[in-house]
């Protein structure tokens, strides 16, 4: 190793991150010691320190002599535990330098001081580019002031309240990225990004909580857990999410998305409003998954109304690729969802069906649906007939699964079941 350049030396530890790693290597001589400075990035996993160097505060000076050290850190990860008060002084001595900051605050040491002001002390690092927060507790906004060079934002699993989510966020204007995942909110989350393009919002709980979203290049955005959702300047959106997992969905208002290519709607309610407003809108979807239970106002569980075939695939002529659970394909397969078939009418672009089936009812209509959708797309290439959690409690199951695979033989090079 002495005949390699120190330049070699150098780009071969900057691989490194791990703090036991950093440690054993700057161990081995002073030559190797010397490169530590010029280290990227470091890493404090869960393990890193044993339970008495925690209690006795060792690992504090541990994690401080490190930081200390490495003169040029641009990345630093703290999954350990370790005591908020200490904080500030890492980030002042690095501050010029830090691009990257990982917190794991569920680990910190003193939890009683989560909700103090420690966050505050975020600001120190003025060149943040990306910060990574979990298991912090924001029921007030953190006195950061703009961080104008943060451009990814992650916090992951906190019990947040809306005005504080809105101020947060009003401190990162620039943004491209933002995650707020396994999050506890209720009542109105609003903001305004001008430069997000990824936004992904997972909140818990069955409460009524309303989403109020204006990014004009916004290109994906996934939101799970909301009752209301408004977005303004969707016209870049290429990928829609939207789930509610308990509750309901009442309203959702995205103006049009001509660039949309992907779209997920899920849930066990949705008000039928709010469902055709999304299709409405999305009309030159790619690929489309509907898997919501029931329609119906408050607690009045309904099915679907009736959905007209023809009308339904010219309103989405672009459609490749459709998976259908079963309250949207029962509502395919009533007795007027065909009346407007004719010889004239294609399915031009679809390529893959995926169809969930859960009831054997109304097999008659369901058959003459399916033989339709095998008809008349004349690009289909594959069609997968998933039947989930059907009760064989009458005969009817017994016949519908006899004629489906029948319709399975007739079509074998594209049907197949599950």
């Not at 649906?369 to 009817?396: F, G, P, W």
Request: one cysteine or more.
């Amino acid at each position: 190793m002495d005949s390699v350049p120190d330049g070699v030396v150098q780009h071969i530890l900057s691989m490194l991150s791990n703090v036991r790693d950093v440690a054993a290597c700057a161990c081995v001589c002073r030559r190797w010691r010397e490169h530590v400075p010029y280290l990227p990035a470091l890493f404090f996993p869960r393990n890193a320190f044993d339970a008495a160097a925690v209690g006795g505060g060792a690992a504090d000076e541990a994690i401080g002599r490190m930081v200390a050290a490495v003169a040029r850190l641009r990345e630093l990860v703290i999954y350990c535990p370790f005591s908020l008060a200490r904080l500030p002084g890492w980030l002042s001595m690095r501050s010029a330098s830090l691009r990257v900051l990982e917190l794991r605050m569920d680990a910190a040491a003193d939890k009683e001081a989560l909700d103090a002001g420690y966050l505050d002390c975020i600001a120190l690092a003025t060149g943040l580019e990306e910060l990574r927060l979990w298991g912090v507790l924001l029921t007030s906004a953190p006195a950061w002031g703009p961080l104008q060079g943060l451009r990814v934002l992650e916090i992951v699993g906190a019990p947040l309240r809306d005005t504080a989510v809105t101020e947060l966020l009003a401190a990162c204007p620039n943004l491209t990225d933002l995650s707020l995942l396994g999050c506890d909110c209720s009542g109105e989350v609003s903001f305004s990004l001008s430069m997000l393009q990824r936004c992904r919002l997972d909140f818990l709980g069955g409460g009524n909580c309303s989403l109020l979203l204006a990014a004009p290049r916004l290109q994906s955005l996934e939101a799970q857990g909301f009752t209301w959702i408004s977005l303004q300047g969707g016209h870049s959106l290429r990928r829609l999410s939207i789930a509610k997992s308990t509750g309901r969905v009442y309203t959702v208002d995205t103006g049009k998305l001509p660039d949309l290519e992907f779209l997920s709607l899920r849930g066990v309610q949705w008000s039928w409003a709010a469902v055709s407003s999304v299709l409405q809108c999305a009309s030159q979807v790619k690929h489309l998954v509907m898997k919501i239970e029931f329609c119906g106002e408050f607690d009045l569980l309904q099915p679907f109304p009736e959905v007209d075939l023809v009308d339904f695939f010219n309103s989405h002529p672009r459609l490749r690729k459709f998976e259908i659970h079963g309250a949207m394909f029962a509502a395919l397969c009533q007795r007027n969802s065909l009346k407007n078939l004719d010889s004239r009418f294609t399915i031009p672009c679809l390529e893959e069906l995926l169809i969930t089936v859960r009831s054997p009812l109304n097999a008659e209509q369901k058959l003459s649906t399916l033989e339709s959708l095998v008809k008349y797309s004349v690009n289909l290439q594959a069609m997968v007939i998933r039947i989930s959690q059907m009760k064989n409690c009458h005969d009817a199951a017994d016949d519908f699964f006899e004629e489906i695979c029948k319709f399975k033989y007739t079509n074998y090079k594209k049907v197949q079941i599950e």
